[in-house]
T-cell receptor
Framework: QKEVEQDPGPLSVPEGAIVSLNCTYS??????FMWYRQYSRKGPELLMY????GNKEDGRFTAQVDKSSKYISLFIRDSQPSDSATYLC??????????FGQGTELSVKP | DTEVTQTPKHLVMGMTNKKSLKCEQH?????MYWYKQKAKKPPELMFV???????INESVPSRFSPECPNSSLLNLHLHALQPEDSALYLC??????????????FGPGTRLTVT
């Protein structure tokens, strides 16, 4: 079993839809949780960063961490074609290396 | 400014060539990383430099040789690579490696093709 599980998709939604991306993990020592967006042939861009449990909102993006369920989510409201990218979840322990999910490929159709 | 720059953007090299990848950040970060990423896969950690000293080598073959000349620069020297080494090579940095916040900022990558 991988430490971090993420459905690779692809996920296709119409413009304006609410998108939900998720990851599950097995290591209860993870404390830092991130979402990266990666456009084709580009480097990953840090979208959201959360320490421990809770929610964080930034514009159309909301990140949720549920440590009791070992489950993290990224919600995208009013999705746009420019949101089409691969979304990678990543997490780490204190002082540890980043462990990535496989990435979910998202396509938002006009 | 959360910019990490990498040069070159693209590199094609033969198996007998020697080349270098360069990475630079001016955010005052004290940890710098090299990752390798294959198509449709997540980045794989290769090396970590913490306060300009190599702290992690993820059992990377010796044909990859990292170097950290100062706190802003990171190089990856390449020699006698194999076609399977063709990939996107990503540099990243983070503020304080010992606090382990995981907030790593990535550069745009160098797309390497080994012929």
């Amino acid at each position: 079993q991988k430490e971090v599980e993420q459905d690779p998709g692809p996920l296709s939604v119409p413009e304006g839809a609410i998108v939900s991306l998720n990851c599950t993990y097995s290591n209860s020592a993870f404390q830092y949780f991130m979402w990266y967006r990666q456009y084709s042939r580009k480097g990953p861009e840090l979208l959201m960063y959360t320490y421990s449990s809770g929610n964080k909102e930034d514009g159309r993006f909301t990140a949720q961490v549920d440590k009791s369920s070992k489950y993290i989510s990224l919600f995208i409201r009013d999705s746009q074609p420019s949101d089409s990218a691969t979304y990678l979840c990543a997490m780490s322990e204190q002082g540890g290396k980043l462990i990535f999910g496989q990435g979910t490929e998202l396509s938002v159709k006009p | 400014d959360t910019e990490v720059t990498q040069t070159p953007k693209h590199l094609v090299m033969g198996m007998t060539n020697k080349k270098s990848l360069k990475c630079e950040q001016h955010m005052g970060h004290r940890a710098m990383y090299w990752y390798k990423q294959k198509a449709k896969k997540p980045p794989e950690l290769m090396f970590v430099y913490s306060y300009e000293k190599l702290s992690i080598n993820e059992s990377v073959p010796s044909r990859f040789s990292p170097e950290c000349p100062n706190s802003s620069l990171l190089n990856l020297h390449l020699h006698a690579l194999q076609p399977e080494d063709s990939a996107l090579y990503l540099c990243a940095s983070s503020q304080n490696p010992h606090r382990g916040t995981g907030e790593q900022y990535f550069g745009p990558g160098t797309r390497l093709t080994v012929t």
